[in-house]
């Protein structure tokens, strides 16, 4: 026979682990520096972001244009002695990473300057160092063991469901973008045949208006 108090234990831990693994589904924690920001970018403008970076630090750069003139910026990533890590003119997304090689303050920049009417949405994901571990390094039970596996596998599942998440979310943004710009010049073009089918139209009538006009005729009589 079971000692007694033991089904209320394993009942107990069930319903921790239980817990855990609902708080696990519905709080993906992100990477230990993970920064994800969309912004407006005007025109003839410059927007720089500064982030504090160890050594030996792994890094990545993602940036993508969502709307704007024709969906491209200049980035440009500088390390703490100005040092540029990485340059791209006219970009319309890209992805870079790289490992901090000193300590200090990186700089990363969004230019929009080379464009002088059209101002851009951009979205950009910097990510600092690798993800914290999912359960801290304790002894437990080897019944635990599989459980602990099959969360990690669910956290890192999900985190690949946020990453497609996000990229469908740009790519809709992106899409309904041209779709209204696209909405938006067809109403100007039906608006400009309007206007023209409603000048020929008049000039139609006032021309055939003078065809069936009568005409005075002169008419000189000669004496004799």
Not at 101 to 127: A, I, L, M, P, R
Not at 165 to 176: D, I, M
Request: overall charge neutral; proline content about 4%.
């Amino acid at each position: 026979m079971p000692r007694p108090g033991s089904a209320q234990r394993w009942a107990a831990a069930a319903g921790r682990w239980g817990c855990r693994l609902l708080a696990l589904l519905l709080l993906v924690p992100g990477p230990g520096g993970a920064s994800e920001i969309t912004f407006e970018l005007p025109d003839n403008a410059k927007q720089c972001f500064y982030e504090d970076i160890t050594q030996s630090t792994k890094c990545t750069l993602e940036f993508q244009v969502i709307t704007g003139g024709h969906y491209d910026v200049d980035c440009r990533l500088e390390d703490p002695d100005g040092k540029v890590l990485y340059k791209e003119m006219k970009k319309q997304y890209d992805s870079f990473t790289f490992t901090a090689s000193k300590n200090g303050t990186y700089k990363f920049c969004f230019s929009n300057e080379f464009s002088t009417f059209t101002h851009k949405t951009v979205y950009f994901d910097f990510q600092v160092g690798e993800d914290p571990p999912l359960f801290p390094s304790e002894n437990r039970v080897s019944a635990l063991t599989q459980m602990e596996s099959a969360c990690v596998s669910i956290h890192e599942a999900l985190k690949s469901v946020i990453d497609y998440q996000t990229h469908f979310r740009l790519r809709e943004a992106q899409g309904r973008s041209r779709a209204e710009d696209l909405n938006t010049r067809v109403a100007y073009w039906s608006v400009g045949e309007a206007l023209i089918l409603l000048v020929v139209s008049i000039g139609q009538v006032f021309l055939l208006k003078s065809f069936f006009s009568d005409k005075r005729t002169t008419t000189t009589r000669v004496g004799s």
